[in-house]
């Protein structure tokens, strides 16, 4: 696992923008997963800056959402699909029907969730799958467990994520208790993965998934399974990195 540190969010964000950018160079028709949060939102911006000056060109990418909040329909503010359109794909020319975010209010949950994962393998598979975490080291909405679906899957939100998310909703009732989620295979089938994390409230997570022990009460330590998984975080999401498990990690600031 590659970790770049970085000063703060905003080279964070153009870091992962650059290499967004230069995988899309590489393969115009590029498969990309996509991440909702806080954490993207700056990466978006330069993605859609650099769309602006002509230095990408979205109209042959496909992109498929980790996530969607069960019971939000896509005109629902707090839904994921209201989220990217409007931070990101109504700024950029990516074709509609290249889209993909998971139904939450599909009426056969399951069969939303088979047909999800079946579209994704007709696309050929995610070439690279930006990722956020949560707090408790959930990727997606793939929560801490006894044990984590390995495929596109409903899930129920535990009280850790409920209590992080319910600053976008009125209260904490509001939040939605299950979402589908693209499970941790799904996430680990794609061909390069990074993870962005930045701030204080991610530093406990972080030195979690790098300490090198699988567990899935941090679904996020999966990664270092990955052949090419990069993190790229802040100085803050990286203060609680033992010296020991830095020297073993390729560290750029
Ligand atoms: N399902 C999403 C995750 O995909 C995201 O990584 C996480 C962190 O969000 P933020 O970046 O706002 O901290 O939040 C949600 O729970």
Redesign the pocket.
Same mark, same amino acid.
């Not at 991440?35 to 939102?41: F, Q």
């Not at 959930?138 to 909405?141: N, V």
């Not at 962005?196 to 701030?199: E, T």
């Given at each position: 696992m590659r970790v770049i540190i970085t000063v703060d969010y905003k080279e964070m964000s153009k870091k992962a923008a650059e290499i967004v950018k230069r995988q899309i160079k590489e393969r115009p028709n590029t498969v990309l997963g996509l991440?909702?949060?806080?954490?993207? *939102?700056g990466m978006y911006k330069y993605l859609i800056e650099m769309y602006k000056k002509g230095e990408i060109d979205f109209s042959n990418v496909i992109t498929f959402n980790?996530?969607e909040y069960v019971g939000l329909s896509a005109e629902h503010p707090q839904s994921?699909h209201y989220f990217m359109f409007h931070n990101f794909f109504h700024h950029i020319n990516i074709k509609k029907e290249n889209i993909h975010i998971p139904n939450g209010v599909a009426l056969d949950l399951e069969e939303e969730c088979s047909r999800y994962e079946e579209e994704i393998e007709k696309a050929g598979g995610i070439d690279l799958q930006i990722?956020?975490?949560?707090?408790n080291g959930?990727?997606?909405?793939n929560e801490p467990d006894e044990s984590i679906d390995t495929k596109t899957h409903v899930v129920t *939100?535990t009280e850790d994520?409920i209590n992080?998310?319910k600053?976008?909703f009125k209260s904490a009732d509001e939040v939605p208790k299950k979402?589908i989620?693209m499970g941790l295979g799904s996430i680990m089938k794609a061909k390069k993965i990074v993870l962005?994390?930045?701030?204080k409230?991610?530093a406990k997570a972080i030195k979690e998934t790098i300490k090198g022990q699988l567990t899935t009460k941090v679904p996020s330590t999966v990664l270092t399974l990955h052949p090419d998984a990069t993190i790229i975080i802040d100085k803050e999401a990286a203060s609680l990195i033992p010296d020991e498990d830095l020297k073993e990690i390729e560290v750029i600031v």
């Open positions: 991440a909702t949060g806080s954490t993207p *939102l980790l996530d994921y990722l956020g975490i949560g707090v959930h990727i997606g909405f *939100l994520t992080a998310n600053r976008f979402a989620t962005l994390a930045s701030g409230n991610k």
